[in-house]
């Protein structure tokens, strides 16, 4: 049998088990090229509970199944770095022990079983920053985000309240028609969910735990040297007051050149690395006005 031969009936017995779940590319010469595959915990198809997933690529290479394929691990939800690395070295071995036979499917389990072993986010929560603790009352979005539920829920409170301040400000026809749509504060994307719900989950331990900040001696003199940087920006048209300027049509600014006696003016401590948005070693640009 050819190798073209074997690896179509590789691929035909991975449809006829998995269905809708794999996708496969084919080349112009007819051969398939790219399997695809977005692999979740096994939960008895309990999809509330499928709370990490992964989508698994594996390019197929002229001369496989006797060499092998390359692998990469798209779009992970829920998984760190740590999870990632340890799958990569498992997918590696399992790659290596399978040369000359079909491996895909094998793949694909020992994706499935990791993640089973692994079905709670180990990512942080994007509002308050911490992690998911045992105990912890956390929601996965359809995006397959995670949030404590009391996080997501304080976040979607300030937002729709934003949102109807901003609303209220607009005339008539500026006015939004649809509402307000709570969005995942991640990607953005529409989600639903039962605030009030979420809103009577309890915080989650790390942040109850954590101490609250203090403003220390040294950020204060650091907030004076950034506000001489401000006033002194300001002084020289490097920050534009959107209110006065609201009504003019054009900036000027006015030319000067480069002297030793030009005011440098005030700088960050030398120990701290400089600015890197070259606001302040730019040089003053020249208008003219008309």
Request: proline share 7%; aromatic share 6%.
């Amino acid at each position: 049998m050819s190798l073209n031969e074997r690896v179509q009936e590789e691929i035909e017995a991975l449809e006829a088990i998995l269905m809708d779940d794999i996708s496969v590319s084919y080349g112009d010469n007819g051969c398939p090229e790219l399997v695809k595959s977005t692999i979740f915990p096994s939960t008895a198809d309990d999809t509330d509970k499928q709370y990490v997933c992964v989508t698994l690529e594996v390019k197929l290479p002229g001369d496989y199944p006797d060499c092998e394929p390359l692998v990469q691990l798209r779009n992970p939800r829920g998984l760190d770095d740590t999870t990632l690395n340890h799958l990569y070295r498992a997918i590696k071995d399992k790659c290596n022990e399978f040369i000359g036979q079909p491996v895909i499917y094998e793949l694909i389990e020992l994706i499935r079983e990791n993640l089973t072993e692994s079905n709670l986010p180990t990512c942080h929560c994007a509002v308050c920053l911490y992690g998911f603790s045992e105990g912890d009352s956390f929601t996965k979005t359809q995006c397959f985000h995670y949030f404590h539920s009391y996080c997501l829920a304080m976040h979607l409170i300030t937002t729709e309240k934003h949102f109807i301040e901003e609303q209220e400000k607009l005339p008539t026809w500026q006015k939004s028609t649809t509402g307000f749509q709570a969005s995942c504060p991640v990607c953005r994307e529409p989600i639903n969910c039962d605030v009030q719900e979420l809103k009577n989950a309890l915080p989650p331990r790390e942040l109850e735990k954590a101490q609250n900040f203090q403003v220390t001696k040294e950020l204060q003199m650091l907030q004076a040297q950034m506000r001489q940087l401000f006033i002194y920006q300001k002084s020289r048209g490097g920050i534009i007051d959107v209110e006065a300027e609201e009504n003019k049509l054009l900036l000027i600014t006015e030319s000067s050149e480069n002297s030793p006696g030009d005011d440098s003016g005030p700088s960050l401590p030398p120990s701290d690395p400089p600015p890197n948005n070259g606001v302040l070693g730019r040089q003053p640009r020249t208008t003219s006005s008309r």
